[in-house]
């Protein structure tokens, strides 16, 4: 069976990396965007990673421009913007789609791992989570309005396993 972190995705500079890097650590994934309601998230995003990175935890970001046009930047509009904004230090990763027949094949995974409210796959919104277990598992799906810190008892729970 196929874990969330046996795909491939480029990095915010284009490099193709190999999501297997991060097996045996628990990885949030994230779809962001630079200029969207919800984008003072990459705070709270930044401030989890630096809380539990020393521990095995990751923090994985999507920029998408699917919701909107909220990400219009190029990816180096992007890393400047975060790395400025926010002191983003956790990994970047290049523009995806998340939704449609274009969607990268992690989150057509993860959508189908973890589907939203009453079942429904698609993603409603920048700044949706996915909270992977250090084996790849897909284990919860978090809406954009849930704030990075609200997911720290949950991370903790998968550290300890």
Request: proline share 5%.
């Amino acid at each position: 069976m196929t874990g969330a972190l046996d795909f491939k995705a480029a990095d915010i500079s284009g490099t193709p990396l190999d999501l297997a890097m991060y097996k045996g650590q628990v990885v949030l994934v994230v779809n962001t965007a630079s200029e969207c309601g919800f984008t003072k998230q990459y705070k709270g995003l930044e401030a989890v990673y630096r809380q539990f990175r020393d521990k095995g935890v990751t923090v994985l970001g999507f920029p998408c421009n699917q919701f909107g046009g909220q990400e219009p930047g190029s990816e180096s509009d992007i890393g400047a913007f975060c790395e400025k904004n926010f002191g983003v230090t956790f990994p970047l990763f290049a523009k995806v789609d998340v939704n449609g027949e274009n969607a990268h094949p992690l989150f057509r995974h993860l959508k189908k791992a973890a589907p939203g409210l009453l079942g429904t796959e698609r993603i409603k919104w920048n700044f949706t989570k996915f909270l992977i277990g250090k084996d790849g598992s897909v284990v919860k799906r978090y809406a954009p309005a849930t704030k990075p810190e609200e997911l720290v008892a949950d991370i903790e729970t998968l550290l300890a396993k």
